[in-house]
T-cell receptor, first 111, second 114 residues
């Protein structure tokens, strides 16, 4: 049972398109993280949020605590946005320090 | 600012050999973690530490040991490597998770056990 579900698993877009990646979770959380992983590279934290909405450049992350759902949006997508995007949650009642990770969404942006 | 540094980046081991992965962070973080990443699966926690001298088991601890003798370093050991331990290993560090603190990851260590 995976308590963090991401959709879609794979996404191909044309440069300039608006992209949405979804994350649903089943536990009470204290925070939700969006991470980015480039091929062969490390993992970078994009956002950490516990309510509302955050924006950084062309990236926007939203969370609805009542619906246990978060979305990551990319506006005016670019080939350099091609990466795996991972949702992770810090949850109440879990082992101290533990995060539960989604399996990731692989995004490919074509020029 | 180095952040989180892992060594080595690549390693090939024979079954039964031992090795140690080193993770170093320069942000004075209390929490450090070792994860493994396998195809089709999310990152899974192997062991973690909430401070110098402490360690705790995560989701998949079997076959691994860890030590946190210094606050900035977290070592992951494989005493007798098995092919099932072929994976990409990520170290991470943070202050108290879920309290507005970002988690920082290393670049990953690719381990193949033949």
């Amino acid at each position: 049972k995976n308590e963090v579900e991401q959709s879609p698993q794979n996404l191909t877009a044309q440069e300039g398109e608006f992209i949405t990646i979804n994350c649903s979770y089943s536990v009470g959380i204290s925070a939700l993280h969006w991470l980015q992983q480039h091929p062969g590279g490390g993992i970078v934290s994009l956002f950490m949020l516990s309510s509302g909405k955050k924006k950084h450049g062309r990236l926007i992350a939203t969370i609805n605590i009542q619906e246990k759902h978060s979305s990551l949006h990319i506006t005016a997508s670019h080939p350099r946005d091609s990466a795996v995007y991972i949702c992770a949650v810090s949850y109440y009642g879990g082992s101290q320090g533990n995060l539960i990770f989604g399996k990731g969404t692989k995004l490919s942006v074509k020029p | 600012n180095a952040g989180v540094t892992q060594t080595p980046k690549f390693r090939v081991l024979k079954t039964g050999q031992s090795m140690t992965l080193l993770c170093a962070q320069d942000m004075n973080h209390e929490y450090m973690y070792w994860y493994r990443q396998d195809p089709g699966m999310g990152l899974r926690l192997i062991h973690y530490s909430v401070g110098e001298g402490t360690t705790a088991k995560g989701e998949v601890p079997d076959g691994y040991n860890v030590s946190r003798l210094k606050k900035q370093n977290f070592l992951l050991g494989l005493e007798s490597a098995a092919p099932s331990q072929t994976s990409v290993y990520f170290c991470a560090s943070s202050e108290l998770p879920g309290s507005g603190n970002t988690i920082y990851f290393g670049e990953g260590s690719w381990l193949t056990v033949v």
